[in-house]
């Protein structure tokens, strides 16, 4: 076992080797990647080894002279275009002998109660509305099942009625996304093998993302850069939320999402409707479910992501608010307070989160406050002799993280068709390094940073139905940054710290959209709308016209086309970056304020149809073009669309908007959705990604692996009248990630790590290949519920190539593998 953990550590250690780069930023950073790696790697050991031996609390035995065990399902069905409540909803679950059912209530609100445990399938419909057909929700005894589910009026025309089929659970929430749009569910952070409740490794079994790598859950949208994603809270914009992720990135190695409080959500890949602005490749838009209103309910959890514990009930039994809150703490930070050891020395990781939503109904409206916070730390000390260090030459390296975000929404219905949402909100991001080379034997760091960015964010936002085939909504953003970032680098020859970043700064971002929707009948459906943003750091602006069409020309049958431009300010450290131009009197200059938006037009063409009740074939091509990308001529093959999918941010100083890019692709998915147990995926995603830097040659881009197919598969099995037992699996074959080959001559020269810059991402490391598996069996006693799951990863124990470095104590290229066979067991009881 120690072997195996040392093998991962050095996984973890190689892009330390980085730290030869003459850019101190990069310095830094990429040590920081080598400790969190580490600790990662490390984290699956011991969550292995803690529920190994964890106690099981026992379920009530199971008598048959028993009265059956049953629970309450309940609900609100609303608009989907007003959120306004429905009454008179009817709500029966299928394949009941006699049919059970209920209609809602004048607010919306219907409830069912003594349902027998398992998974049910619930119709609702309502005279004016499609029909929702709700399948295989799973009922269990330790918790109420609560839903809220929008029904979607229709358009009836002189022409016979043509019924369409019911709304299909992969559908978004948000009715003017009709391309490149997809929602999941809580069930599938879980399900779906290798997630390990992580929406992130989730997304990355859908089509047009890749993900091939083990230690960071960075989602690559049809080969953009992760930096273009954009992660939405509640309607918020947030910064990246993973422990040990950094400015500069949206990916890390553990997520601060907690899926047990999601709520159904929408993952965008292009083409996204006009009120997203800022970003480029796509939009996790998250939303936070409510607490039970009713009755209070607990759940308690240990696993990959940590010890947790989560509470939800109502705020009083008069009024119908609620509130849901849940804490996790590291796994291994714990077993380290209690003396255990992991062959890791000091380099242990400890991280903890927070997340919670209060819910409280009003007159005529709805208050929500909501929050989401991390924090982390890792010290890896060679001058102990750290066995995570594994022979790299003598650093010392502390680094802190916290991340946080706190909002507030309200919404209020001025009329049956029309409302308004205001929302409040402040986040931040902030990082502290500090890292001593012991060869130069100083009393201080060789590198100090801290960097931190704060944002404060108002919007208002303005929704109206004029009939039943014209919708419009529109929306103001505003966010005010303040940004604080130092970094600096001990210089031997002037006995005195260069900074190469020092600035306090505060800037605005303004955005405005405006998008209307038209179903021309229930069969053809048009959107438009425009999106502009300006930075008033430097006065630029952007204005992006998008549209998208979707003719349903057969029932389950639809022709989809989507076209928009998009574009994303910069990273705010990249404007605050800083180049000393007098080495005497220490003066630096700001070279990258003056940089402009990075754009991209895309166009996607889409085909989908329902291969009867249970399955789904879906087509979807498409091209974007990108373009003032920054570039810079003291790397003229450097492009900045190349960086965010590692822990560390190469840029440069003088930088211009030159640059431009392309990516194009197609991509297949196949779907059978749970059905009697059993539901499969198959995607396949083949592209093309590649760049111009300011020398005007054109290059794969860094994140160009070519191809990723996916396989998952599963089925569940009733085992008694209390238990269900499923098994998944999921099988990826990719291509390898594009590298910048080690220049060895040059790097044996300077006795530091030099590239061959001319040959940029013309190479991809072999082919990767990953098996997973998951076993979950689900027990239920009278009140209290429990789930034991087993996730074996990477069955074949493949060695898929995680970096090649130098290695300035052998003086040769050495290469690290990713993650081998790993075992890992979460426990979770809700009660």
Not at 108 to 113: A, E, S
Not at 134 to 153: A, K, Q, T
Not at 327 to 349: D, I, Q
Request: charged share 20%.
């Amino acid at each position: 076992m120690k072997s195996a953990i040392m093998r991962l550590i050095v996984m973890r250690l190689v892009a330390m080797k980085l730290v030869v780069i003459k850019s101190a930023v990069i310095k830094s950073a990429v040590m920081r990647s080598a400790a969190i790696k580490s600790a990662a790697k490390s984290l699956l050991y011991a969550c292995l080894f803690l529920l190994t031996f964890a106690p099981v609390a026992k379920a009530h035995d199971t008598d048959p002279s028993e009265q059956p065990v049953t629970q309450t399902f309940r609900g609100r069905i609303l608009d989907a275009y007003t959120e306004q409540p429905l009454p008179g909803a009817a709500v029966v679950i299928l394949d009941t002998d006699p049919l059970r059912g209920t209609a809602t209530g004048i607010d919306g609100y219907f409830r069912l109660d003594h349902l027998p445990l398992g998974r049910i399938n619930v119709k609702i419909s309502m005279v004016g509305f499609q029909p929702v057909i709700l399948h295989n929700l799973l009922v269990v005894s330790g918790r109420e099942l609560v839903v809220e589910v929008r029904l979607e009026e229709q358009v009836y025309t002189m022409d016979d009625i043509v019924v369409r089929p019911e709304v299909r659970k992969d559908l978004p929430r948000n009715e003017m996304a009709l391309i490149s749009a997809r929602s999941f569910t809580i069930d599938e952070t879980e399900r779906f093998a290798g997630s390990l409740g992580d929406p992130s490794r989730m997304a990355a079994n859908y089509a047009g993302v890749s993900s091939a790598a083990d230690q960071r859950n960075d989602i690559v949208i049809r080969g953009n850069s992760p930096l273009g994603l954009q992660w939405r809270l509640e309607g918020v914009d947030i910064p990246n939320p993973n422990h040990f992720g950094s400015m500069g990135s949206t990916g890390g190695p553990v997520s601060m999402i907690n899926n047990n409080l999601l709520a159904d959500s929408d993952f965008y890949t292009g083409a996204f409707p006009a009120e997203y602005g800022n970003a480029l490749a796509g939009v996790f838009d998250l939303r936070l479910r409510n607490g039970n209103n009713l009755r209070h309910e607990f759940m308690g959890q240990v696993g990959f992501n940590g010890f947790e514990l989560g509470a939800e009930g109502p705020l009083s039994a008069h009024q119908k608010g609620s509130y849901i809150l849940h804490g996790r703490y590291s796994t291994l930070e714990a077993l380290k307070a209690m003396g255990m050891s992991f062959g890791t020395g000091t380099a242990v990781p400890e991280y903890k989160d927070l997340s919670f939503k209060i819910n409280i109904p009003v007159s005529r409206g709805r208050f929500s406050f909501f929050g989401l916070g991390g924090i982390n730390h890792i010290a890896m000390l060679d001058s102990r002799q750290d066995e995570a260090q594994f022979g790299f030459s003598g650093t010392d390296l502390y680094y802190d993280n916290q991340m946080g975000v706190l909002g507030v929404n309200y919404m209020h219905f001025l009329s049956r068709n029309s409302r308004f949402t205001t929302s409040l909100s402040v986040s931040g991001i902030f990082g502290q390094v500090e890292i001593y080379e012991l060869a130069d034997q100083l009393d201080v760091p060789n590198i100090v940073e801290d960097l931190g960015e704060t944002r404060y964010t108002g919007s208002l936002k303005y929704w109206h139905r004029l009939d039943s085939r014209n919708y419009f909504n529109a929306g103001l953003v505003l966010d005010y940054y303040d940004v604080s970032y130092t970094g600096r680098q001990f210089t031997e020859r002037i006995d005195d710290y260069i900074y190469y970043i020092n600035t306090d700064g505060k800037t605005t971002h303004g955005r405005a959209f405006v998008q209307w929707q038209h179903r021309f009948n229930d069969e053809v459906t048009l959107v438009g709308g425009v999106h502009a943003s300006r930075l008033f750091l430097n006065d630029h602006y952007a204005v992006e016209p998008r549209a998208s069409v979707q003719w349903q020309f057969r029932p389950g049958e639809s022709l989809n086309l989507g076209a928009g431009m998009h574009s994303q300010t910069q990273m705010k450290g990249v404007y605050f970056s800083e180049r000393l131009t007098d080495t005497l009197a220490l003066s630096y200059e700001q070279t990258n304020r003056h940089l402009d938006f990075t754009h991209s037009m895309h166009l996607v063409a889409g085909y989908d149809r329902l291969l009867g009740e249970e399955h789904r074939l879906k087509l979807e091509t498409y091209y974007q073009r990108l373009y003032r990308i920054p570039v810079s001529w003291r790397r003229p093959e450097f492009s900045l669309i190349s960086q965010g999918g590692a822990f560390y941010f190469v840029m440069y100083d003088n930088m211009e908007n030159t640059g431009t890019g392309a990516n194009m692709g197609v991509e297949l998915t196949l779907e059978r959705f749970l059905r009697k147990g059993f539901y499969y995926l198959f995607t396949a995603s083949v592209f093309d990604s590649g760049y111009r830097g300011y020398d005007g040659v054109w290059r794969n881009s860094a994140f160009n692996n070519n191809f990723v197919f996916n396989i998952l598969a599963g089925y569940e099995w009733r085992v008694g009248p209390r238990s269900l037992l499923s098994v998944d699996m999921k099988v990826v074959y990719a291509g390898g990630y594009r590298y910048l080959p080690i220049d060895e001559e040059a790097s044996r020269q300077y006795n530091e790590t030099r590239y061959h810059w001319d040959q940029a991402y013309e190479k991809r490391y072999p082919d990767y290949f990953r098996w997973n598996a998951r076993i979950t069996y689900r027990l239920n006693g009278r009140s209290v519920s429990q789930e034991w799951a087993l996730d074996l990863q990477n069955i074949t124990n493949r060695s898929n190539i995680f970096t090649e470095i130098w290695n300035r104590d052998q003086q040769e290229v050495t290469t690290s593998y990713q993650m081998g066979f790993m075992p890992m067991m979460t426990w979770r009881i809700h009660f």
